[in-house]
Structure formats: C-alpha cells, structure tokens
C-alpha cells in the first residue's frame, strides 16, 4: 500500500489524466487543464496525505511516541509556526518579504517564527521524536523556512486564479486548505527527513488494514472537500483563471 501511495498521484495520474483527455478528443487548454488537475492532486490528495503515513513508522525507531508521537509532532510544529509568524508580523511587522505575493508577510514575523520553531522543537522533541538536540534545532529551522513556503505558495495560486480563499467550509477562515497550507510542504519533507536520517526502507514497510483504512479517511476528505470546494462552482471562479479549467473538465475526468 505505501508504494502505492508512492506512485499512485505521482505517476499513475500523471499518465492517466492526459489519455482520458485524450479519449473524449479535448484539446482546448489541454496542457494547462492537465497540470492544473495534477498540481491540484499533488496539493491537495498527495502532500497532505503524508500525515495518515506517519502511523506505519516502525515502533523501534522512534520508542517514545512511535508513530503518532511523529504525527502530533508534525502538527504542532506547523500550527505552532504560523501562529507564531502571525503573532510577530502583528505586532513588528515592517518589512516585507513577498509584498506582491502576500502583502501581509515580513520579515519579522518571518524570524519571529523561526526562533519560535527552534523553541517548540527543542521542547517537543524529546517527547515525541527520536531526534537528537542538534536534529531538533535544525528541524525547527526547517518547520519554519517550509511552513512559510507553503503559505506563500498557497497565496500566489489563489492570486493566481483570482480568489480570496480556497473555499468556503470554514466561514472566516476560508477554505480547508487555506489552514493546512503549510502542511503541504511540511508533511512530506519531515517524513522523508526522518525516512532518511533513521535509513527506513518506507517501500517495504508493511501498513496494516487497519492503517490503511485510516490512510483512505485521511485522503478521501480532502479530495472530496478540498479539490472539490471550488471546482464544482466554477461561478465563484474568475472566467479566465486556470482554475476555470478544472471546472470545465470535471465532468469529463468524474
């Protein structure tokens, strides 16, 4: 199942999107639409998909918390790191960093984050992660520098399509992704951080039903809530966005 996962969005839908496009004879915008799906996928389904992983870490490399200590880990990092960027671009925030890509972003909130990570990593890590206090320093300089990539990325797709948020299921928060936004780029890269340090062959670790099952109620939601918010009302969307696309071929790709 875990190689699966693997290549499944990678790989198997880089291929199949196309040919079913293929199929029905579209042409139109093809090249935009079949990256449009595909990015969508990787955001939305793979990155975050990442979380329901961490479970299938052996017991034995991480015997403090296993592999829910390693999830909790990676939640808190991320939350506690946009809160805190938050938090200081607030209250000190003068210098921009992105201001045509996100205008509230600065400097320091940016810095204010990045020691604030270090701090939580330091804190948690003992607690939950196998990570040593060195690791647990330069990971938290990690959450940080990730987290805030994946915000700004997040924010230069919706500039991009033209809309405020990803969607409307949380009134006043936007949509689902614009809270785990962070998490696209944070999940995957811990994963394969601690995949590597501790040299686990993930390919051929074994996932129970059970986890697997757990991995389906991770992924299903969001391709359902979040990849769907706004491509099955393609009137909330800017007619000559690239979202657009996916709105015009959904019926197609169903």
């Not at 938090?87 to 509230?104: A, D, E, Q």
Request: with cysteine; glycine share 10%; net charge positive.
């Amino acid at each position: 199942w875990v190689a699966m996962f693997y290549l499944f969005i990678p790989l198997y839908l880089f291929i199949l999107i196309p040919i079913r496009m293929v199929l029905i004879q579209e042409t139109d915008g093809f090249l935009k639409s079949c990256g449009t799906i595909h990015w969508g996928l990787m955001t939305a389904v793979y990155a975050i998909g990442y979380l329901a992983l961490y479970v299938i870490f052996p017991t034995h490399i991480n015997p403090v918390g296993g592999g829910i200590g390693l999830l909790m880990f990676v939640l808190l990092m991320t939350i506690g790191n946009d809160f805190m960027q938050y938090v200081f671009g607030k209250t000190f925030g003068k210098h921009k960093i992105l201001p045509i890509v996100s205008p509230n972003k600065t400097w320091e909130g940016f810095l204010g984050g990045v020691l604030s990570s270090v701090v939580f990593s330091m804190i948690l890590a003992p607690y939950l992660t196998p990570l040593s206090t060195i690791q647990s320093f330069f990971v938290g300089i990690g959450f940080a520098i990730a987290g805030f990539c994946g915000d700004v990325t997040m924010s230069a797709i919706k500039r991009d399509i033209g809309v405020k948020d990803t969607g409307s299921l949380l009134p006043g928060h936007g949509g689902i992704l614009d809270r785990l936004d962070s998490l696209i780029f944070t999940a995957p890269l811990f994963f394969h951080y601690i995949a590597y340090t501790f040299n686990i062959d993930i390919l051929k670790s074994r996932c129970s039903m059970l986890k697997f099952l757990f991995f389906l109620l991770v992924i299903k939601p969001f391709i359902f809530l979040v990849l769907g918010v706004n491509v099955r009302n393609p009137e909330t969307l800017p007619k000559d966005g690239p979202a657009i696309i996916i709105a015009n071929h959904t019926s197609h790709i169903d």
